[in-house]
């Protein structure tokens, strides 16, 4: 049964800093793996998408990183600003179905 | 891409009532799911919302409770029935374009019941 892991729980950092956000999944058999970007009492914005044949994904200041072989993905954030606070979750889509499974996020709060 | 309209963006309902949440796509999709997330928590998938048939739910979610129609590729509803406290929580409708994996969400319904 795939489960998905998000470290940290929760991270507060100044602004201006350059920051990892990890997620691990203990099934390789996955069809691809989103981050998605959750602000509070909101729906989710969808940031990359990394298919199972990638190895990363770029969009402005962040990237996503996946290595299926250790079942981990990375979400870095350049220049970390105030606006960045949310919660950031991470979803494997298994390769036999369209259900994705998610991590239990990770909330980040970056103080100005 | 998907541009998901979902309707109403939040209730105050009382309790054993019953809410209808409405999920509108821009372009047709493949897959519509229902989701839910109480306070502080992950989403949980609710069901499969299938065109022309009856959704398929998960474990722990029956049909009386969470009716779910779909009667064509781009709309589905929700519905919450004979509500609770507990049923408080943020409904979220997904969606998987055609020729697309990539997965959108609408803004949610975010319920409180008294």
């Known amino acids: 049964k795939q489960e998905v892991t998000q470290i940290p729980a929760a991270l507060s950092v100044p602004e201006g800093e350059n920051l990892v956000l990890n997620c691990s999944f203990t099934?390789?058999?996955?069809?691809?793996l989103q981050w998605f970007r959750q602000d509070p009492g909101k729906g989710l914005t969808s940031l990359l998408l990394?298919?199972?044949s990638q190895r990363e994904q770029t969009s402005g200041r962040l990237n996503a990183s996946l290595d299926k072989s250790s079942g981990r993905s990375t979400l870095y954030i350049a220049a970390s600003q105030p606006g960045d606070s949310a919660t950031y979750l991470c979803?494997?889509?298994?390769?036999?179905?369209?259900?994705?499974?998610w991590g239990a996020g990770t909330k980040l709060i970056i103080k100005p | 891409s998907a541009v998901i309209s979902q309707k109403p963006s939040r209730d105050i309902c009382q309790r054993g009532t019953s809410l209808t949440i409405q999920c509108q796509v821009d372009?047709?999709?493949?897959?519509m799911f229902w989701y839910r997330q109480q306070p502080g928590q992950s989403l949980t998938l609710i069901a499969t919302?299938?065109?022309?048939?009856?959704?398929?739910?998960e474990s722990g979610f029956v049909i009386d409770k969470f009716p779910i129609s779909r009667p064509n590729l781009t709309f589905s509803t929700l519905t919450v029935s004979n509500m609770s406290p507990e049923d408080s929580s943020i409904y979220l409708c997904?969606?998987?374009?055609?020729?697309?994996?990539?997965?959108?969400f609408g803004q949610g319904t975010r319920l409180t019941v008294v």
């Open positions: 099934d390789s058999a996955i069809y691809n």
């Open positions: 997904s969606v998987v374009p055609v020729r697309d994996t990539e997965a959108f």
């Open positions: 990394i298919q199972s």
């Open positions: 979803a494997v889509r298994p390769s036999s179905n369209y259900q994705l499974i």
């Open positions: 372009s047709q999709v493949t897959m």
């Open positions: 919302a299938n065109q022309g048939s009856e959704a398929t739910y």
